[in-house]
């Protein structure tokens, strides 16, 4: 069952690289490296916007074949004010909007 979970994690972290690279590419932005998943996309990632955000959104939910991601998974509330997430809290928000316990 671990090992289960660690694939499915391992997943959601390539389609979400996917997602904002290609996204970014698509723009005509530079696609970041992926090596420090503590940065933040909306805020660390040149270019990468709220209509990115959607974009991305949209082609997770058929990478991962989920029926709806619609709760903003690139910011989250922080004592009642909007945060935006590292990317190691994006892919932990999937997991959880994907029902999968860590």
């Known amino acids: ?6 694939d499915l994690k391992q997943s959601v972290i390539e389609a979400l690289k996917h997602g904002i ?3 970014l590419r698509r723009s005509g932005r ?12 909306i805020v660390d990632f040149a270019g990468f916007d709220s209509q990115c ?3 991305v959104t949209v082609e997770l939910e058929a990478i991962l074949k989920i029926d709806d991601l619609s709760d903003n998974i690139f910011i989250k509330e ?3 004010r909007p945060r935006a997430r590292t990317f190691t809290e ?3 928000a999937i997991l959880a909007l994907m ?3 860590q």
């Open 1 to 6: 069952m671990a090992k289960m979970v660690t």
């Open 21 to 23: 690279g290609e996204t």
């Open 30 to 41: 530079e696609i970041p490296e992926f090596n420090n998943y503590d940065l933040r996309p």
């Open 53 to 55: 955000g959607i974009e």
């Open 78 to 80: 922080l004592k009642g």
């Open 90 to 92: 994006i892919v932990d």
């Open 99 to 101: 029902d999968i316990q």
